[in-house]
């Protein structure tokens, strides 16, 4: 998990199920088999319980994989997992849609339910 | 709330549900951290009771929004509370789209639903 | 209900469920407030019974709104009143998609199910 | 019914339900009211059991309606029932998507499901 | 089958359910009636469980067909009988959406659900 | 011409050669032919000289239009003339962009420039 | 030459260069090779002299290419020279903007300008 | 003319001829009319000589309008003069592209050519 | 040069130049570096002389390209030369428009224009 | 200037003037004043001499700016430096179209022509 802690704030309306979604096009990692960049956007879909993500933080979250090499499958659900940990939200869901490489085009898609 | 009352006229055909959509894509307020504008468009669907939005009325309450310090969460949810107090619909969602701020856009989803 | 009768003829497959679907996208009506034009397309959809419309005929009767003072919600619901009088469907839907005033954009969706 | 056949050939995996969708944007047929022509598109979408169609028969097929006078609800219906017919399908739908006339657009749908 | 093995590598997460969905539009076959190539998309959509497929090595796989005389409803169904025999996923889709021959346009779209 | 008169206001920067360009989507008028509605975009884009046109007249001006019958060469063209004729303009150019009639679409093009 | 003759009115505004540009996308002949119909868009533009066409006539002119069977290339140039014959136009052009065929999609675009 | 001002920076390249092209959709201003908010996109082009426009004063400076009742052929003329005055750029262009008022849309288009 | 010849037909209309544009959008090739497909689209426009392209042998001489190893810049200047060398066209522009590689995608333009 | 060399391979067609465009949509640097990423996309087009540009240099050439900081305008004109440097091309066109940063978006267009 990238060292830079993802911040969170209250909920204002935790009384009511809402959807906070949240459109990432600026995603960059590296290919852990060639070295060479990998370029997605990261969509994230969540109904917050108590917290809420602060959207900086998100972003230097996301900086963080810029030079890390990590696949499309992993870096999808650790996404998740990571947003999971830190939110704790009633449902979460994390795209993750790269661009085409040799010709092939790409989406991830991962999805958390709280058991509550 | 805005100082500016929501005015509402009777519902012509109480005895059907259907669905009334109205978008707003010239909604601006001001981030309450940076003091800088932001933009957006508001979408709001419901189903009337006895009362309709009167638009002209709606328009003014949501120019009320333009010099106000308030977060994306917070407003589209205060939004659908002013709206479902004044209309008392059967049902309701305010969607708040909001543009590209550091690379990231939000969208927020709040939905409503009467008891009866 | 305008002067112009909604003429029919008789569905060539009633034996089958199928749908018609028929978009009038030249509608303009006057407001009956400002007394300006209004423009907009009508959408309808239905299951026939007995009777499908002549769509000459239900040009005619669109073009009565022309100069006739109404508003969105009631002009979509009388529609859909009207169709159903002369159709007795068994299921139709009318959508009264209007333009921009004012920043703020209308679309009205009414249904009918019949009870048989 | 037109005269040419409509051709089949064997399913190549009938023990499997999958669907085959069909767009042929080329269709024209004659008006019985005026005389002049209509332009349209056929969407064909089907789960075959035994038997699939030959695209090419399909072609010669569509292009018999071309100086035929028959209306757009009476088209779709009997386009889907010659298919239906020919290649005893699991399931089909058919779309009979038409082109502007006297500014009104009309598309029917008409869909088959076997007993079985 | 072609001979080019489909490579796999281990699912990151085979405790959580989640789809990766693989767009490859530069898939070319042969029409085996005509002799005249091919052209189409083809898109793969599945649940991984133990394995997930290596990108490059479907890549290869699908340049297979390049030269191969084979019908659209076989390809499509072949690509997912070779695909789940690979990877046996909880899900697989695929569809094969193949360009204008003779005016008309066949898409086709085969599913497998593993019995557990 | 129209009874409306329209109106004008001094242009801010009479000494600098620029643009103002203004679609007007919401145009009706009558088929002198058929007595049916015609409808349109008229787009006009002028330099002015010493008068802008107001936004507000032009509408109303538009709006006399809805019921008199005239062929859209002639609406073009008397636009244009009226324009000229109250503005004085450097440069003009209107454009009738009218909807589709017997599946045939007509836009008509008109150009004013001033001697001096 | 078709049998319809292309019937014109005078040009309104014969004082004026001025353009009509019609788009007739429902435009169909037959392939004199194959035998099978040709699909296509008909896009006129044209300065009119003393004569504009007349629309109902310039339908049912091209409503007569219907069964008959003539080349791309031929096609444009025909309607050019026939048009050029009834309406001896300042210039005009005329784009056949036809459907795909074997892969292969073309367009034939001839222009006439008048020697005066 | 608004008090932040405007900063600049020197030009990397003065030696080359080269467009910077800014689009700034996020305005809005006030109508002084009406009282009422107007929005639109400014896009601005030049070719800089000793100094480009710094991005963030550019910002702040649209932000002071925000809440200045001014008119769309002066906002747009002003922005040019101001920039211009800033700049003294070797070409400009700024462009106001005001959304819908009326049924009615402006685009306002100012260009700058230095004498040198 | 492909083994296929070049067919053409005499040009219906030589005393008038005008445009003939063909879009090819299933041509591929192979890397002569890699050994793997390369896909694109040819676009040939061209002002005929004396002969025409007879389009089902330009098919046949673009699929020749199908298992030939050649760069995008030779292909396309190839292409150019092949079809004049086989036309004799007053003018000609060969455009070879390739899919992505490597995150880059590469369009040619080559053009020629006859002496006379 | 980065230290991957731009390796280049010599023109096919030296005797014809012709273009190569190439887009790099995949581009990403880093703002010299905030230390944030930058993103965009490269557009080079040009028309080569004796030598084209090899596309998988250009590819790892681009990627060395990946970690550097520097300002729009400055990478737009030292890539069209680098470029022409290495292809003493005829003519040469950059375009730098970067991504939306405080809600405003720059294009930057730098343009080369040799003496010769």
Do not use: H, W
């Not at 290919?31 to 917050?48: H, M, Q, S």
Request: negative net charge; aromatic residues 10%; contains cysteine.
């Amino acid at each position: 998990m990238p060292d830079t802690p993802l911040e969170t704030f209250p909920n204002p309306r935790p009384e009511r199920d809402y959807e906070i979604a949240i459109d990432c096009p600026e995603f960059t990692s590296v290919c852990p088999k060639t070295g060479l960049p990998d370029f997605g956007e990261i969509r994230i879909a969540y109904v917050p319980d108590r917290a809420c993500i602060e959207l900086k933080s998100l972003k230097y979250y996301l900086i963080e994989f810029r030079n890390r090499g990590i696949f499309y499958e992993s870096v999808t659900n650790q996404i998740l997992d990571d947003l999971v940990a830190a939110l704790r939200p009633r449902r979460m869901t994390v795209v993750g849609d790269f661009s085409v490489r040799g010709g092939i085009k790409t989406v991830v898609t991962a999805r958390y339910e709280s058991a509550g």
